[in-house]
């Protein structure tokens, strides 16, 4: 089992970071036992920090959760992604999201249409970027939304000697993670997301777009990011409690995620959180998030105990978990949470298939922090 955290903002949120805390973070993430480090694109670059990362250690993994596709294209894409797998030794792996209309828009004044398919043509387009450079190829792309037709010798680098890195897309509705079985190497989980979700209604689809592409579920990696609410003290998980219902209560008022709500009979909470949050009443909306919804969406419990039930939900469904902790969180809680997980996937008779292995050389639980 292999063990991540996040970096570029600070350590327990996605808020976005001083770059010149990576070295601290880093390190924080190595002292922990985690093995790898993700950053996301909120209101920092998502690729910088891993540059800064890569330097600081030789043996974490790096990647992006997520950097939004549609805010760049392909070849800029293509570009980063090469150079931080190289920088890195191999060890890059490239998370890439869509965002919504809204914020590709008007936010980064980009084109949006057909998310599911425009997503499908940038990957496309990336492995054969990736292609020209790494066999010489002439690069010849052409999709309905984009085009690639020149690399001329100046313009291209050199053979990666590492490979392209593994491609993982997030996912929430049938279409997105349809691509994502069929071209990617992994998928992110939105965190607004149940283990019933996952095992009837996410997991199939992505055993139809396996057997799409020829491919086992070996070769796949599924990545989770899941709520946990947490602490050393009753005190600590009551405030741990208090953050995740207020997480819950933003994601549920967003109508892509309702999908969610549906299957355990709760869709019509959806419509009541919608209408609060046009009006801005969050307090309301945290009180609407009942004990019954809270224990499903999210694992409760001390720091000691909470790695068993994660492993017990997902051990068996999910390769990479992201310990999604909205609130602050010390060190040494993590560490223990960590060590809690390990204790669980090393127990005789729990979930989880022994020895498999998925893309970039990740275990089959691996847990992060978002």
């Known amino acids: 089992m292999r063990v991540d955290g996040n970096i570029g903002g600070a350590i327990d949120g996605t808020g976005g970071g001083d770059l010149a805390d990576i070295a601290e973070q880093v390190g924080a993430a190595e002292r922990v036992g985690y093995d790898g480090v993700w950053t996301t694109e909120v209101s920092r670059d998502p690729f910088l920090p891993l540059l800064l990362a890569a330097d600081r250690s030789r043996t974490l993994t790096l990647g992006t959760a997520i950097a939004v596709a549609f805010a760049r294209n392909p070849m800029t894409v293509a570009m980063v992604a090469n ?101 990617a190497d992994g998928m992110l989980v939105h965190g607004f997301t149940t283990e019933r979700y996952l095992r009837e209604i996410t997991l199939p689809l992505i055993h139809d777009g396996l057997r799409t592409s020829g491919r086992g579920r070996d070769r796949f990696s599924i990545c989770y990011p899941g709520l946990v609410a947490t602490g050393d003290t009753d005190a600590d998980l009551e405030i741990a409690v208090t953050a995740v219902r207020e997480q819950l209560a933003f994601y549920g008022a967003t109508p892509a995620y309702r999908p969610v709500l549906d299957v355990h009979g709760w869709g019509d909470l959806h419509t009541d959180l919608h209408q609060l949050s046009g009006r801005g009443d969050w307090a309301t909306m945290a009180d609407l998030i009942d004990d019954t919804m809270l224990h499903t969406f999210a694992v409760i419990g001390h720091a000691d105990s909470v790695g068993a039930e994660i492993h017990r939900r997902f051990g068996d469904i999910v390769d990479r978990y992201t310990l999604y902790t909205p609130y602050p969180l010390r060190e040494q809680t993590r560490l223990r949470i960590v060590t809690s997980l390990h204790q669980a996937s090393a127990t005789p008779g729990q979930p989880g298939p022994a020895g498999a292995s998925s893309p970039g050389g990740v275990s089959r639980l691996h847990i992060q922090e978002a």
């Open 83 to 183: 150079d931080l797998q190289s920088f890195s030794s191999g060890r890059f792996v490239l998370g890439l999201g869509s965002q919504i209309k809204a914020h590709i828009q008007r936010r980064f004044s980009m084109p949006w249409s057909e998310p599911a398919a425009r997503m499908r043509e940038f990957v496309l387009a990336l492995q054969a970027i990736w292609a020209s450079w790494q066999g010489g190829t002439r690069l010849d792309f052409h999709g309905e939304f984009y085009q690639h037709t020149l690399m001329t010798p100046m313009f291209s680098p050199p053979p990666n000697p590492w490979g392209p890195p593994p491609v993982l897309l997030a996912a929430v509705g049938p279409q997105m993670t349809r691509v994502a079985a069929e071209l």
